[in-house]
T-cell receptor, first 110, second 115 residues
Framework: EAQVTQNPRYLITVTGKKLTVTCSQN?????MSWYRQDPGLGLRQIYY???????DKGDVPEGYKVSRKEKRNFPLILESPSPNQTSLYFCASIRGDTQYFGPGTRLTVL | DQQVKQNSPSLSVQEGRISILNCDYTNSMFDYFLWYKKYPAEGPTFLIS?????DKNEDGRFTVFLNKSAKHLSLHIVPSQPGDSAVYFCAARPLHETSGSRLTFGEGTQLTVNP
């Protein structure tokens, strides 16, 4: 079954404690992306990747890092999380103009 | 600034009636538009799209209309069903992007279809 998986689905952490949200796709797509969803703001792109070792900033990259060491995985890294990074995060795998989203990760930073 | 705007946070309609969700954009470089549907606790899923060379695209009960001069698009759902209750996101892609990697999304509209 074609899918995008994210882990964890829910996470509560404290300010400054480094965390990683994993994303994996089994569709062999070259393009992948990370978004955050906030009330009244919709989905905003954090980072995207065009292929292995090729990444670029989206609209709201501050405070985030990504890596793409292999095609199927695109982890999102928060080196020093802050409360304003409390949000719902979605990873997407992209084919053509269609984005296939993961189920989301609800992050709370206290 | 919000380049893709969905001015209605919510919409409520009766089952069997038409649902019309609206979306406005400001960037004249956008040339491809998409609608995504999102159920609670799930990621958004692609619903329908339209290229700027068209003014209408239809897929079953879903039709998207594009008015380029007004920078406005709308999604019509006829007839509406309770299972259509979800958040609908409008998204746009700029002309120079050859992939769908740089989509700009609107804020979303919560549609509720009442039985």
């Amino acid at each position: 079954e074609a899918q995008v998986t994210q882990n964890p689905r829910y996470l509560i952490t404290v300010t400054g404690k480094k965390l990683t949200v994993t994303c994996s796709q089994n569709m062999n797509h070259e393009y992948m992306s990370w978004y955050r969803q906030d009330p009244g703001l919709g989905l905003r792109q954090i980072y995207y990747s065009m292929n292995v070792e090729v990444t670029d900033k989206g609209d709201v990259p501050e405070g985030y890092k990504v890596s793409r060491k292999e095609k199927r995985n695109f982890p999102l890294i928060l080196e020093s999380p802050s409360p304003n990074q409390t949000s719902l995060y979605f990873c997407a795998s992209i084919r053509g103009d269609t984005q296939y989203f993961g189920p989301g990760t609800r992050l709370t930073v206290l | 600034d919000q380049q893709v705007k969905q001015n209605s946070p919510s919409l409520s309609v009766q089952e069997g009636r038409i649902s019309i969700l609206n979306c406005d954009y400001t960037n004249s470089m956008f040339d491809y538009f998409l609608w995504y549907k999102k159920y609670p606790a799930e990621g958004p899923t692609f619903l329908i799209s339209i290229s700027s060379i068209k003014d209408k695209n239809e897929d079953g009960r879903f039709t998207v209309f594009l008015n380029k001069s007004a920078k406005h698009l709308s999604l019509h759902i006829v007839p509406s069903q309770p299972g259509d209750s979800a958040v609908y996101f409008c998204a746009a892609r700029p002309l120079h992007e050859t992939s769908g990697s740089r989509l700009t999304f609107g804020e979303g509209t919560q549609l509720t279809v009442n039985p």
